[in-house]
T-cell receptor, first 112, second 110 residues
């Protein structure tokens, strides 16, 4: 497709379950970012990939959060043993070198 | 620390001009971005400033003063569809992070 694609669009999970969120970036985009956005707030940086290398993961809130991009294209954000405070919209963005980011529509995660 | 400040909400009338301010204090600066975000949708890129001055793009303009840590987004000839959140984001140097403000919710009234 032409834009960044994220799936699922909505995810409901019970507290303690593991979830996996997928991001398909724009083809050829080297950079990939994950953000967490709470209601009424701006996106908060989670992690950054340049191709398959995870160059910055300083925004991941705990060791329950894990992200990968094994072939430098599709990325997965995994959250283990989910907790209620993990409820948020998770945004993925990709960009070419020195170009603005293009965002996906996000995955709205609700933890019950 | 890293801090970006924007007003929480603004209201303006259709056809008018509105200026949304953003002040920032970050460890390093490599550019400032403005994004528009409609409720439930992805942020979309509006403008980018890396040098001081005004960048104009149709009905939207953005200004930057690096010495003052200040930027504004100017929207002219407001339309109802401009009702959205406007996010200010700084790309920090020495890292790969974009630091976003909380966003300004703009309501355009008929």
């Amino acid at each position: 497709g032409a834009g960044v694609s994220q799936s699922p669009r909505y995810k409901v999970a019970k507290r303690g379950q593991d979830v996996a969120l997928r991001c398909d970036p724009i083809s050829g985009h080297v950079s990939l970012f994950w953000y967490q956005q709470a209601l009424g707030q701006g996106p908060e940086f989670l992690t950054y990939f340049q191709n398959e290398a995870q160059l910055d993961k300083s925004g991941l809130p705990s060791d329950r959060f894990f992200a990968e991009r094994p072939e430098g294209s599709v990325s997965t954000l995994k959250i283990q043993r989910t907790q209620q405070e993990d409820s948020a919209v998770y945004l993925c963005a990709s960009s070419a070198s020195n170009q603005p980011q293009h965002f996906g529509d996000g995955t709205r995660l609700s933890i019950l | 620390g890293q801090n970006i400040d924007q007003p929480t909400e603004m209201t303006a009338t259709e056809g008018a001009i509105v200026q949304i301010n953003c002040t920032y204090q970050t460890s390093g600066f490599n550019g400032l971005f403005w994004y528009q975000q409609h409720a439930g949708e992805a942020p979309t890129f509006l403008s980018y400033n890396v040098l001081d001055g005004l960048e104009e793009k149709g009905r939207f303009s953005s200004f930057l003063s690096r010495s003052k840590g200040y930027s504004y987004l100017l929207l002219k000839e407001l339309q109802m569809k401009d009702s959205a959140s406007y996010l200010c984001a700084v790309y920090t140097s020495g890292t790969y992070k974009y630091i976003f403000g909380t966003g300004t919710r703009l309501k355009v009234l008929a």
